[in-house]
């Protein structure tokens, strides 16, 4: 069964980084996109960050010059970079993979993020 397992999470200080790592056991050329979401208590699932097998990429606005999404194919690891954090950004943060940025069909358990001021 192949499965997405993020890694990384933690508590971390305001203006503080993170980098969340998210793996698989299936070939990653087979993921035509993957991306970052995030659900913090309360709220519902957003979006974060986008990369295609291409490398293209997109963020939403919150996180943009402060969040670098990259993958590794040849690893088969995908990558979250978060600097200077806030405490907006305190959620549980989830990888997932399928063939469009629009259609994943692939999720991760999930990953602590909690920023302290």
């Known amino acids: 069964q192949v499965q997405l397992v993020e890694s990384g999470g933690g508590l971390v200080q305001t203006g503080g980084s993170l980098r969340l790592s998210c793996a698989s056991s299936?070939?990653?050329?087979?993921?035509?996109?993957m991306g970052w979401y995030r659900q913090a208590p309360g709220r519902q699932r957003e979006s974060v960050a986008h990369?295609?097998?291409?490398?293209?990429?997109n963020y939403r606005d919150s996180v943009k010059g402060r969040f670098t999404i990259s993958r590794d194919n040849r690893r088969n690891v995908m990558y979250l970079q978060m600097d200077n954090l806030k405490s907006e950004d305190t959620a549980i943060y989830y990888c997932?993979?399928?063939?469009?940025?629009?259609?994943?069909?692939?999720w991760g358990q999930g990953t602590q993020v909690t920023v302290s001021s």
């Open positions: 990369i295609t097998i291409g490398g293209s990429t």
């Open positions: 299936q070939d990653f050329w087979s993921f035509m996109a």
């Open positions: 997932a993979a399928g063939p469009s940025m629009y259609e994943y069909d692939l």
